[in-house]
């Protein structure tokens, strides 16, 4: 028999289906007996009737624990009153395996018993539907770029030189030689864009930042797009449409898992175009009116941006940061050299930066110039420096970090919960 899942039990209603999947929960009533079974894509609801099944199965049931593997044959039937709106009426039922003393029970645990046992962590319906969002905000990420006339262009993990500033790089030996854990792809997305015109990368990123806060991780992915023949008015549009359609994506294809999560949708509702804009000097004056003690040229920290965020009912985008607190190839303002043609997107209801962006310095001398000061070894940059010697034009992007967009659209209160298997300053395994 073909192999069938949960998911598809719509459209078999009337069909004898074989299910493969984890025992999730069960009880007892006399001469009937029911268990919850689930795959991974739902769960199902199985009857087993002592006049239906052998004496054999219909007495295993006190042997079944949560989490033991089995595999259920029956006839599937709808019923609005079950979990999923169907169930199965069992006529026979294989184990493959009885899960003795599953750690993870019912009741509550700790975070860090949790994160201890974040392997098995995974299974609950919580997790799965996180994984789930996650994997559909990938999906519709690709397809926005791609049906855009975006390429992918992977990058390297090894670098040699430093992206986003030299504190928080991950040193590590090299064949007789230092090498570097990435911090952005952003660097070769340059070079990439000079050769497709648009392109994006999406790969694992590391900053070895000593932060215990809710919104950082030590590896984080990153997609990054990059295109050429863009300025920064055009970058901002970009990543504006691309949330738009993630945003759009979601709350059509996965209303289920959000009610799993207890999301308010109706803060998600709200995320249309366009976004409003500000620059830096008006979001400083928003955090004076708003009683915040905080000096022009400062970056601001996770509460300045809760602050400004809160003004809008949408992702807001704040433009031209002070050029002392962004990176050497952020191109400055033409109109005033304190600032750089960067943005910043923050997410509502709290979760701070969820977009980076700018458009790049094209000219070699200024660039030259910029990691000097920054005392940047240049001869690890020369091919950097030459994609401004031969046939350099105005270019763009930004780098949008999955696990807080995974966060802000989940409603989550901890980044930890967005990534299969977290790494934070004190975790390394499981």
């Not at 009533?29 to 919850?36: M, N, P």
């Not at 007789?176 to 015109?197: C, D, H, I, K, P």
């Not at 803060?267 to 249309?272: A, C, H, T």
């Not at 940047?376 to 940059?381: G, H, I, S, V, Y």
């Amino acid at each position: 028999m073909d192999h069938k899942y949960i998911a598809d039990l719509p459209d078999l209603v009337g069909e004898e289906v074989t299910l493969h999947g984890w025992m999730y929960n069960k009880r007892s009533s006399g001469k009937i007996w029911f268990l919850i079974l689930r795959d991974g894509t739902g769960y199902c609801q199985c009857v087993v009737a002592k006049g239906n099944v052998s004496d054999e199965i219909f007495v295993i049931e006190p042997e079944l624990t949560q989490e033991s593997s089995i595999s259920v044959t029956g006839l599937c039937k709808k019923d609005d009153r079950s979990v999923g709106g169907y169930e199965l009426e069992v006529s026979s039922l294989e184990v493959h395996q009885i899960a003795d003393d599953y750690p993870i029970s019912k009741k509550d645990h700790g975070t860090a018993f949790l994160m201890d046992n974040r392997h098995l962590w995974l299974r609950s319906k919580r997790q799965n539907a996180i994984l789930r969002i996650r994997h559909e905000i990938l999906r519709a990420c690709r397809d926005y770029l791609d049906d855009n006339g975006f390429i992918q262009v992977d990058t390297p993990i090894f670098t040699a030189n430093a992206c986003e500033g030299t504190t928080t790089l991950f040193e590590t030996e090299y064949f007789g030689r230092s090498a570097y854990l990435t911090q952005s792809g952003q660097l070769y997305n340059e070079a990439a864009a000079m050769s497709v015109g648009k392109t994006y990368c999406f790969g694992p990123t590391f900053r070895a930042e000593k932060s215990k806060t809710r919104r950082h991780l030590t590896e984080f992915w990153m997609l990054e797009p990059e295109m050429a023949y863009c300025d920064l008015e055009e970058d901002m549009i970009w990543a504006e449409g691309l949330l738009i359609s993630v945003v759009e994506r979601i709350l059509d294809r996965c209303g289920d898992l959000l009610e799993i999560l207890e999301r308010d949708i109706s803060k998600l509702s709200n995320v249309k175009g366009p976004f409003p804009r500000i620059s830096y000097t008006e979001a400083v004056d928003i955090l004076h009116k708003n009683g915040e003690e905080f000096e022009w040229g400062d970056d601001f920290g996770g509460g300045h941006e809760t602050v400004i965020s809160d003004q809008f009912d949408r992702p807001v985008i704040v433009h031209r940061f002070p050029s002392a607190i962004k990176a050497f190839y952020m191109k400055r303002a033409p109109e005033d050299d304190k600032v750089v043609l960067g943005m910043d997107i923050l997410a509502p209801e709290g979760y701070g930066e969820i977009v980076g962006g700018s458009q790049r310095e094209e000219d070699p001398a200024i660039l030259l110039e910029r990691m000097e000061e920054e005392g940047l070894n240049t001869k690890d940059f020369q091919w950097y420096l030459d994609l401004r010697k031969y046939g350099s034009v105005p270019h763009s992007g930004f780098g949008l970090g999955l696990e807080r967009l995974v966060s802000w659209i989940c409603g989550l209160s901890h980044i930890r919960e967005t990534i299969p298997f977290p790494r934070t300053l004190t975790r390394l395994e499981p």
